[in-house]
């Protein structure tokens, strides 16, 4: 069965230095994997989707995340962090019509 | 392009009331419909989940239930609210067909208390 593991629960970093946020994946198949942000009180919008077409996937607001086959890893990066990034971010993957979440990792940017 | 209204963005009910909550999809035809929710604290649920008009399913068992009466409308009912239905509710949509490789794109929620 497909699932994701977010291994931080909670990350800090000081704006301007770099945001890694990490997630293991499990599938039996090539899988579809997203990750989502949430500010509060809002719904998901989306970063990013990994589609097999290449492993180093750019999204919006200068997020990237790099598949890594022997690592089961899709993990998220950012170069600077900005006070806006602050947020809490979702790694996904899908299973016919669903998606699949993990439990999130909440990103604190200290000024 | 396409956009997820949700409506009403906050309410606050007694327990045992009605509940309706409402999405509607604009620019897109048959997508995929979803509803979420997320408690306090913890990630997101799902509920109820479309692929087409006539096609509800339901994930967990519960006092709520989802209708389609629309192509691209999809409403989260209830007819006795519980304590335990307070929370963050999320309408979703994704592209038809979509068994993979198919993002859903999210309403901006409706926060619901139960009091």
């Known amino acids: 069965a497909q699932s994701v593991t977010q291994l931080d629960s909670h990350v800090s970093v000081s704006e301007g230095t770099p945001v890694l946020l990490r997630c293991n994946y499990s599938s039996s198949y090539s899988p579809s994997l997203f990750w989502y942000v949430q500010h509060p009180n809002k719904g998901l919008q989306l970063l990013l989707k990994y589609t097999s077409a290449a492993t180093l996937v750019k999204g919006i607001n200068g997020f990237e995340a790099e598949f890594k086959k022997s690592e089961t890893s899709f993990h998220l990066t950012k170069p600077s962090a900005h006070m806006s990034d602050a947020a809490e971010y979702f790694c996904v993957t899908d299973s016919s019509y669903k998606l699949i979440f993990g439990s999130g990792t909440r990103l604190l940017v200290r000024p | 392009s396409q956009t997820i209204h949700q409506w009403p963005a906050t309410l606050v009910q007694p327990v045992g009331s009605p509940l309706s909550l409402e999405c509607t999809v604009e620019g897109t035809s048959n997508p995929n419909l979803y509803w979420y929710r997320q408690a306090a604290g913890r990630g997101l649920q799902l509920l109820f989940y479309s692929i087409g008009i006539d096609q509800i399913s339901s994930e967990v068992p519960q006092n709520l239930s989802a209708s389609r009466p629309q192509d691209r409308q999809f409403i989260l009912s209830s007819k006795k609210l519980l304590l335990s239905d307070s929370g963050f509710y999320l309408c979703?949509?994704?592209?038809?067909?979509?068994?993979?490789?198919?993002?859903?794109?999210f309403g901006d929620g409706t926060r619901l208390s139960i009091l």
């Open positions: 979703a949509w994704a592209e038809t067909g979509g068994y993979s490789n198919q993002p859903q794109h």
